[in-house]
């Protein structure tokens, strides 16, 4: 960013802070919160997107929301940052911090969870920053998920069409949960063959090592829709294994703890599948049709819906 631009919008910011008196916005419920900007940062809603748990904090698809220090990020909105704009977020569950570099587009405290949905750009994440004992945040990718607790770690897709993410863990431990049809790439980023990763399969990421995965080829819009049927199918197996596991019959009572494992892993790869879909439909916005549009919020209802309360023995 040219010194004329960051004057620009440090000004800008200076200007909203100076009109608010620089008090942060009061919080009602669970959200994200802005914490620290050098740049500029908007946000936007995602094509015909609809906040249901509060549609006073919607963004109008017409509006673009310049954000400044201590705003809350609108509810269902995107994100887009510009080239080299460092934006801090705060889920006001915790004191979570997560930092997100620009050129981006991401979707920070979806729900007002300890999560980002990265499009593209950059997430960086610092050990000590408002960690709970087992609380993880996930960052999803459209080419999987990144879990962790207490790391510092960078999190990288160079590009608006999901080729590739790159991931690198400097200290403290974390988990990729690659997508449908996502391969692990060599992280030098030659011609080398590129090993298959089984859909939901968790990969512990060892510190000081880099690694890398990239997506098969094809259209951008055609993965959107293969990883919206991905989530689908992984929120369907998730109400089964629910169900199993309230109804389990005489034979199925001896092995409650296996059932309930199985659901406890069947919701967490159906929320990864749903997460990584997020993350890429906010690259082909419009381009998913109603049905494909239900199909996915319909089947993120579906794996939050599929709890369950072990039977009584």
């Not at 015909?48 to 310049?66: F, K």
């Not at 080398?192 to 060892?206: F, K, N, P």
Request: glycine content about 10%; some cysteine; charged content about 25%.
């Amino acid at each position: 960013m040219s010194d004329a631009r960051a004057e620009d919008a440090t000004s800008t910011v200076s200007r909203r802070e100076a009109a608010d008196g620089g008090a942060f916005a009061a919080a009602t419920g669970r959200a994200c919160r802005v914490m620290a900007l050098r740049g500029t940062a908007t946000a936007r809603s995602r094509v015909s997107a609809v906040s249901p748990r509060n549609e006073a904090r919607a963004v109008d698809a017409s509006v673009r929301q310049l954000l400044a220090r201590g705003d809350l990020v609108p509810e269902g909105g995107l994100i887009e940052l510009g080239e080299d704009t460092e934006l801090t977020v705060q889920a006001t569950v915790s004191t979570r911090e997560i930092t997100i570099v620009g050129p981006a587009l991401a979707d920070a405290c979806p729900g007002g969870d300890e999560a980002v949905r990265l499009s593209y750009g950059k997430v960086t994440a610092f050990p000590g920053a408002g960690v709970r004992p087992g609380a993880d945040v996930w960052v999803a990718t459209p080419l999987g998920v990144v879990r962790f607790s207490d790391a510092k770690l960078n999190i990288v897709l160079p590009d608006s069409d999901a080729a590739r993410v790159e991931i690198a863990v400097a200290t403290g431990q974390a988990t990729f949960v690659p997508a449908a049809g996502v391969f692990e790439a060599p992280t030098d980023k030659s011609d080398a063959a590129a090993s298959a990763l089984a859909e939901g399969e968790v990969i512990r990421l060892a510190s000081g090592v880099a690694f890398a995965a990239r997506r098969r080829g094809g259209v951008l819009v055609r993965w959107v829709v293969d990883q919206v049927a991905a989530c689908a199918r992984q929120a369907h197996v998730a109400r089964q294994a629910a169900q199993r596991l309230t109804s389990p019959g005489d034979a199925g009572r001896a092995l409650l703890g296996d059932l309930a494992f199985a659901h406890v892993k069947a919701r967490q790869r159906a929320r990864a599948a749903c997460e990584a879909a997020w993350a890429g439909e906010a690259l082909a916005p419009g381009q998913l049709d109603a049905a494909q549009r239900a199909d996915l919020e319909g089947a993120e209802g579906t794996w939050k819906g599929a709890s369950a309360t072990s039977p009584s023995p």
